[in-house]
């Protein structure tokens, strides 16, 4: 075969130069060249077992190929545009290296199959990475919860002073849902562990391959079912984006949640500055930028999912060009969230928490009212929203004389509900409201202490 000459060049007479540099996706599926190696390996043992190739031809296949799997990892592979993609630069280089031999490589499969088997074993490797990042997330998200057990803040509805909760109590709320997002990871790799090489492009074929072998030593669980749909699905591309894209929002409330609490509003956290960049004029400034990378990020994330479900939308089933561009936009979103899992994990390394000022916003907005009506409603057996009004009451009267609520007396509390002995200190104090919620699920120091014990367990 000559050498610069494409795979069908006794068809077709050669592209304009635009649609050849518009077509070609060789500059974004040279990622997949290990497992396009790899691949082709395990689909020439097959073929050779099978005695569907001979054995002497497979052998040099199999040597040709891991030669250039090294001039690749050596940066010595030449990529060319005019061969398109990842799979015919490397089967042309074959040709280069062991000659005629290498015309046997392309028996019982297609570029369809190919294509959808090499990138299926990338996406299950690359979910196996964000698991683990998100592991090591967990773990810092866990170390920073540990030292702040007591820390009490308020915890905010509508942004809006609610009720005193502890920090590490709001951090574990986050190590629940990067807790979800691996789960979402795992049940996706279910889903991904059907092997696709052997539907050649798209009816199968009439060589007797093994298509279980070639499944299994792929490391998949089983081949796919019907030809058709394997080289039509992108179902597995479209789960990771989506579960990227929850996670990234994760990350994104995450970073919202620190740049507000880094704010000299709230001044509840600050960073070290590592995590920091200043201001070109204002000389006084230390900004969180990470948090907002990670923030605005998520559009690429949300981006990319769409973009994917949007080519999938109306396509006949079967391989069509349009698929190409699944390869980056997965791989897009993979760089994205790792990068921004990574800035998470140092945004909690360099996190510190300045607890007074935590407790200070904690004991504004009559935080304790809540406790207020709980207690009349548990001691002096009233209904629930009896105390609830009693309460209410009693911090219009509070607002109004402008105290907080542990600065009342007995004698004032008695003119709104009779003969309660309030221990005032106790009742009104955000640490004990805090440690009070010892419900399942609950801020208690108590409890949050067992989960941090239980979420430690589980990474291990
Ligand atoms: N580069 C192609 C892709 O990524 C490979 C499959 C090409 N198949 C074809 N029939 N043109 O989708």
Redesign the pocket.
Known sequence: MKKNRTIWSNRLKGNSKNFQRIGS?IHV?KRLYKEDIFASIIHTKMLVKQKIIPKKDGLKIIKGLKKIEKEINKNKFKFKEQF??I?LNIEKRLFQIIGESAGYLHTARS??DQ?VTDFKIWVKNSTYDIIEILNTLKKFILDKAEKNINTVMPGFTHLKNAQPVSFAHYLLAYVEMFSRDKKRFFNNILLIDECPLGSAALAGTSFKIDRSFTAKKLGFKKPTNNSIDSVSDRDFAIDFLSTAATCAMHLSRLAEDLIIFNSEAFGFVEFKDKVLTGSSIMPQKKNPDPAELIRGRTAINYGNLNSMLTIMKGLPIS?Y?D??DD?ELVFDSYDTLKDSLMMAIELMQNLNTKKNNMKNMAQKGYTTATDFADFLSIKKKLPFRKGYNISSKLVNYAEKKKIRLDQLSNGEINKFVKEVDVNIPKIFDVVNSMNSKTSYGGTSAKNVKKMIFKYKKEIK
Do not use: A, G, I
């Open positions: 996706s599926d398109e993609d799979h570029r369809n294509v391989y060009k698929l190409q390869k």
